[in-house]
C-alpha cells in the first residue's frame, strides 16, 4: 500500500486491505511516499496505491473481490 499519513482514502484502502487479510492472509506492507522524494513526485496525484507480488493493481481504492482471486491465484502457482 503506497500512501501518505492523513489521506483518508489510504486509509479506506488499508481498512479494504485489512478486510480482504481476515479472509484471505498476506502480507500488508504500507509504504509513505514523503520519506522518498521520487516515490512522492510519481504517486502524490495516485495515492493510494495498491501492488501484489510487484503487480500494480489499484489507485484510488480497492476491489476487494478481485484483489482476493488475485492472492489466491498466487498462493495457487
Given at each position: 500500500?503506497?500512501?501518505?499519513?492523513?489521506?483518508?482514502?489510504?486509509?479506506?484502502?488499508?481498512?479494504?486491505?485489512?478486510?480482504?487479510?481476515?479472509?484471505?492472509?498476506?502480507?500488508?506492507?504500507?509504504?509513505?511516499?514523503?520519506?522518498?522524494?521520487?516515490l512522492h513526485k510519481?504517486?502524490?496525484?495516485?495515492?493510494?496505491?495498491?501492488?501484489?507480488?510487484?503487480?500494480?493493481?489499484?489507485?484510488?481504492?480497492?476491489?476487494?473481490?478481485?484483489?482476493?482471486?488475485?492472492?489466491v491465484y498466487l498462493e495457487g502457482?
Amino acid at each position: 500500500l503506497y500512501g501518505r499519513p492523513g489521506c483518508h482514502l489510504c486509509e479506506e484502502a488499508r481498512e479494504a486491505l485489512l478486510r480482504v487479510h481476515s479472509r484471505t492472509p498476506f502480507t500488508l506492507v504500507e509504504v509513505n511516499i514523503e520519506t522518498d522524494d521520487a516515490l512522492h513526485k510519481r504517486y502524490l496525484e495516485r495515492i493510494p496505491v495498491i501492488e501484489l507480488d510487484g503487480e500494480h493493481l489499484f489507485d484510488f481504492e480497492v476491489d476487494e473481490s478481485a484483489l482476493e482471486q488475485r492472492i489466491v491465484y498466487l498462493e495457487g502457482r
